[in-house]
């Protein structure tokens, strides 16, 4: 028998209350310091816990599925998901946070990924 674990939900904020995760595309010196380059290389970076945010770069081309040229928003934000949970780059090409993606390509979770998720929360 497996079994299933739900670690979050996201949901829109009206703004109204406060979030967990805030999620927004920025660019050249933002305020965080960490600054945006332009399109290439630094794609997002997120803040790992307890802070919660994630910053995609907007000059970037985004897409959402492998599309030649463009960078896949989902696996970015995915990989930056696991840096909000806590996360390290992981020195497997296969796997969600490895450090770099090409242009084009799409990635799902790993076992590298799930099985570092189990560790850090003892699951």
């Not at 803040?47 to 492998?66: M, N, Q």
């Not at 970015?76 to 090409?93: F, R, Y």
Request: glycine share 12%; charged share 20%.
């Amino acid at each position: 028998m497996g079994f299933e674990y739900t670690i979050f939900y996201f949901f829109r904020n009206s703004g109204k209350k406060s979030s967990d995760i805030k999620i927004g595309f920025e660019s050249g010196d933002h305020g965080d310091d960490n600054r945006f380059d332009g399109p290439g290389n630094v794609l997002a970076h997120a803040v790992p816990p307890t802070d919660g945010r994630l910053h995609c770069d907007s000059e970037e081309l985004w897409s959402i599925g492998a599309i030649p040229n463009y960078v896949d928003l989902e696996t970015v934000a995915l990989h930056e998901i696991g840096h909000l949970l806590g996360l390290d780059h992981s020195e497997v090409q296969d796997a969600i946070m490895f450090p770099t993606i090409p242009l084009g390509a799409v990635k799902d979770l790993h076992a590298d990924g799930v099985q570092g998720i189990k560790t850090l929360y003892n699951i």
